[in-house]
């Protein structure tokens, strides 16, 4: 008599963090977490006329407004309205960068406020300030089915002590982060170590994107789907996103490192892509 065998359940994948759809906190992850040392990052949904407090403590902090306005105060200072898009897919956000040892409060108003935070270790960091969608530098990177939309919001042309971020939409059926490229060495100016994040968000929610994260020796080569809401974590090694079909892709990315610089290295087996 023969016996159905059950197949063991997949394991997921240690590089992808689920996100959650209801609640405060929809991810949040610290360096103790992702097994490095720089990079934090967090999302969170701000109820109407609820708020978010807290304290950058010995680190930078960057907040990103993924949709939805509100009222910040940091320290002895204010900013009103800030925000105004209605999701990460109606154009360039509106930013809030914080310096270490700085409490702070992000206040919705009568509609919720839907955030994103990254963090990295800082001594003083630099003054605190909203940036504003005019400051956001745009770039439109990549041609044909590699064509993504770029908005830089805290690279190096941005003032910060570690943290770097930019945020990236791309149509579907595209690829991004395309040809696969790394960071993972300090060895300017080819390249520079960086931590990163990216928090991946779908335009329609039943959707998902492909993210691969591998190095040329194979001893590490992960593909996973990420839902909307989910983090991929890059550690090191080559990396690369696939929107399919039919599902607009947004990501944000966090890095931070030793160095604040975004020197890459490509795949050679795929740089002849970029020619």
Same mark, same amino acid.
């Given at each position: 008599m023969s016996r159905a065998v059950e197949a063991p359940a997949a394991q997921p994948s240690p590089l992808l963090v689920r996100g959650v759809a209801r609640g405060a *906190?929809?991810?949040?992850? *610290?360096?103790? #977490? &992702?097994?490095?040392?720089?990079?934090? %990052?967090?999302?969170? @949904?701000?109820?109407?006329r609820g708020a978010l407090e807290g304290h950058t403590g010995e680190r930078e902090l960057c907040a990103v407004l993924l949709g939805g306005r509100c009222q910040v105060v940091a320290g002895d200072r204010e900013w009103r309205d800030v925000g105004g898009r209605a999701s $990460? %897919?109606? !154009?360039?956000?509106?930013?809030?960068? +914080?310096? $270490? #040892? *700085?409490?702070? @409060? %992000?206040?919705?108003?009568?509609? &919720?406020?839907?955030?994103? /935070? !990254?963090?990295a270790p800082a001594t003083r960091g630099v003054a605190a300030r909203v940036i504003t969608p005019d400051a956001?530098? +745009?770039?439109? @990177? !990549?041609?044909?089915?590699?064509?993504? #939309? /770029?908005?830089?919001? +805290?690279?190096?042309?941005?003032?910060?002590?570690?943290?770097?971020? *930019?945020?990236?939409l791309t149509p579907a059926g595209h690829w991004s982060s395309y040809p696969p490229h790394k960071h993972d060495t300090d060895d300017p100016p080819r390249e520079?170590?960086?931590?990163?994040?990216?928090?991946? #968000?779908?335009?329609? !929610?039943?959707? %998902?994107? +492909?993210?691969r994260v591998y190095t040329r020796d194979g001893t590490l080569d992960e593909t996973v789907a990420a839902r909307d809401g989910d983090v991929v974590l890059v550690p090191r090694g080559y990396h690369t996103v696939s929107a399919p079909p039919g599902y607009d892709l947004y990501y944000l990315n966090v890095m931070a490192g030793p160095r604040r610089q975004w020197l890459v290295t490509f795949d050679p087996a795929h740089d002849w892509l970029r020619r």
């Open positions: *906190t929809l991810v949040d992850i *610290t360096p103790e #977490r &992702a097994g490095w040392r720089y990079v934090g %990052f967090s999302a969170h @949904r701000i109820a109407a $990460p %897919f109606d !154009g360039p956000p509106h930013a809030v960068y +914080l310096p $270490p #040892r *700085t409490a702070y @409060r %992000f206040a919705a108003g009568d509609a &919720a406020v839907e955030l994103a /935070i !990254g963090t956001v530098r +745009l770039e439109v @990177r !990549g041609a044909g089915a590699m064509e993504r #939309r /770029i908005h830089h919001i +805290l690279m190096e042309d941005a003032a910060a002590e570690s943290l770097l971020l *930019t945020e990236v520079t170590a960086l931590e990163e994040t990216y928090y991946h #968000r779908i335009r329609s !929610g039943e959707g %998902f994107a +492909l993210q």
